[in-house]
């Protein structure tokens, strides 16, 4: 012990006046140690003593050693554990796919509007269709335009996702941490955690985010390579209406440029010309995620896994602040391939559960599918941007740090022909996806109220053209209905209600327009899969919200009519909401 500590007896001596004074040898007088005793004996004893005095200090030593040597143990064996650890990930990053794979992924465009440009959101996308092969776009606003980021959550408490990178490729459900954070104390954790998920490589990269994408890639493709998780937490769907934006709602300044006012603001990107959610004013009639926004809370690695949006949507996502988030994009003429490649590569997931395309909880290495065919292009979006994904697109991601963004989407005219895929998707694919809200409601709603809203002569042609194919549709469906039952059409008994309130049991679609309703066993079903009952068909009634009649004559007025409406784009100066001509 006394040489593994480079210690001598002198020094040990030395530090002998340092012991406690139970364990200090007391130096007697020499008349009463050794009396009249000769030099060899006096000797002889000092002697003795030294070695007494000696062992005294090395017992008292060993009674203050053994703690520290045992935690100094255990932290080298820490130490060691992780050095070993680290050194078996470096490792394995060598047999990992290598980063020169990811340099094969495309950006996509960036368009830089004018401020005039950038005034009217839904006509700046009409220009940048060209843009739709790509599957997402990124519109950086002038510089004049950059917002405030408002979003601070005091008084209610943020629930997030539990994400382990390697369980990414398993579908687990994300486990739900309830209620815990507020806006600072997410940041603390997302710091914490992003320290504890550094890794080093082997190799060297151009900037820190190419760096992330192949450290993500890795672990989420070979999760039995990297047997430490990787834990994050994701705070996602935060309801603006509850939690408030991270736009802000309040005047600033009387600029035409100040952020609460500005339709780019996606608290009013809805209310913007050509908007088919104009018509939205109740506030039942608001739909959380859909025409008002949801804000995002993310940390390094925290990842949105491949989806595409609802009754394939627009989307449009801003980042208000922090690190940078990296997206993946599949364009939307390649969804259909992307669904079979998805499928026969998770084929045993999917036997268990086949609704796992809309459960947002599986990802797919980005490389993986470009090797299979499948188009993928790169997006980084930087605080200020925003991105645009088209309909159909497919779309995941990650951040490379802590940031906040915001969501919402977006329906035009020239979405309406996806909203109708997307509904015979659904009703084909059986009780597996319900539609977020009735297309039939968003077309007739727009058709009555057309005066009232800022359209344009090319939106009218757009919407009366979906509106008589709709009306065609459900007048020939009612027909066939009362050949095969008989009877008489009821109306809704309250058709001024929430449009959301009845749900086909087989299709999960909304029947807005019409239902069935078996006085037997009380089932109710669109008109579509009337046929799914096996109850007597004498006691099938059909209700509807307009008659024949009423469809038939508001479908002949707008066609004869709507080439009349004029429709001029507001200046940012006056707010105020334009009507129609009389005229008209």
């Not at 990414?168 to 940041?187: C, G, I, N, S």
Request: aromatic share 12%; hydrophobic share 35%.
């Amino acid at each position: 012990r006394l040489r593994e500590n480079n210690w001598s007896e002198s020094s040990l001596m030395r530090q002998n006046s340092n012991l406690a004074p139970a364990s200090r040898p007391i130096r007697k007088s020499k008349e009463t140690e050794f009396g009249r005793e000769d030099n060899k004996t006096k000797k002889g004893v000092l002697s003795k003593l030294k070695a007494k005095q000696t062992h005294t200090l090395i017992v008292a030593l060993e009674e203050t050693l053994p703690e520290e040597t045992s935690h100094t143990r255990s932290t080298m064996e820490e130490e060691k554990t992780t050095a070993e650890s680290c050194s078996d990930t470096f490792e394995a990053f060598r047999k990992v796919r290598p980063p020169e794979a990811y340099m094969q992924l495309e950006g996509v465009p960036v368009v830089t509007p004018t401020l005039e440009e950038f005034e009217n959101p839904l006509r700046l996308l009409a220009t940048l269709q060209e843009y739709e092969r790509f599957g997402a776009v990124i519109i950086r606003p002038p510089r004049r335009w950059r917002p405030p980021c408002v979003f601070d959550v005091k008084d209610k408490k943020l629930t997030s996702r539990v994400q382990v990178l390697q369980t990414l490729t398993k579908a687990k459900p994300f486990e739900q941490h309830r209620e815990a954070f507020t806006v600072d104390t997410f940041e603390k954790l997302a710091a914490k955690l992003e320290e504890q998920n550094k890794f080093k490589t082997p190799f060297e990269f151009c900037d820190r985010l190419r760096e992330n994408e192949f450290i993500f890639w890795s672990i989420v493709e070979n999760p039995d390579m990297f047997p430490k998780e990787v834990v994050v937490e994701y705070a996602a769907d935060l309801p603006s209406k509850d939690f408030g934006s991270g736009f802000p709602t309040k005047n600033i300044t009387k600029s035409v440029t100040d952020p609460s006012l500005h339709y780019f603001n996606l608290n009013n990107i809805n209310k913007s010309p050509n908007s088919l959610f104009q018509m939205v004013k109740a506030q039942s009639e608001r739909i959380s995620g859909i025409n008002t926004p949801w804000v995002y809370l993310g940390m390094l690695f925290a990842c949105f896994c491949w989806h595409v949006e609802d009754l394939f949507m627009y989307s449009v996502n801003y980042l208000h602040k922090g690190a940078t988030k990296t997206w993946y994009v599949v364009p939307g003429d390649w969804k259909e391939k992307f669904d079979v490649i998805f499928r026969e590569s998770n084929s045993t997931l999917f036997e268990k559960r086949t609704d796992l395309l809309y459960q947002m909880t599986l990802m797919m290495s980005p490389i993986s599918l470009k090797e299979k065919g499948i188009p993928v292009y790169r997006v980084d979006q930087n605080p200020g941007d925003f991105v645009i994904t088209f309909p159909k697109a497919y779309h995941c991601g990650f951040s490379n740090g802590f940031n906040i963004g915001e969501a919402v989407n977006i329906v035009t005219s020239d979405w309406l022909p996806r909203a109708r895929e997307a509904v015979r998707l659904y009703a084909k694919e059986g009780f597996i996806k319900k539609t977020t809200f009735p297309v039939e409601w968003l077309i007739m709603e727009n058709l009555i109220t057309c005066r009232e809203h800022m359209l344009s002569r090319e939106t009218l042609s757009q919407l009366v053209a979906e509106g008589d194919l709709m009306v065609r549709d459900e007048i020939e469906a009612r027909e066939n209905f009362r050949k095969t039952h008989g009877g008489s059409d009821v109306p809704f008994t309250n058709d001024e209600s929430k449009f959301f309130r009845n749900v086909c049991k087989t299709c999960r679609n909304f029947y807005y327009l019409t239902y069935v309703w078996c006085n037997t066993c009380e089932s109710k079903s669109c008109i579509i899969h009337d046929n799914t009952c096996h109850c007597l068909t004498s006691t099938k009634v059909m209700y509807v919200r307009y008659s024949d009649e009423v469809s038939s004559i508001l479908l002949s007025w707008l066609v004869n009519t709507y080439t009349c409406l004029l429709y001029t784009s507001p200046s940012p100066r006056d707010r105020q909401k334009s009507r129609m001509p009389s005229s008209a």
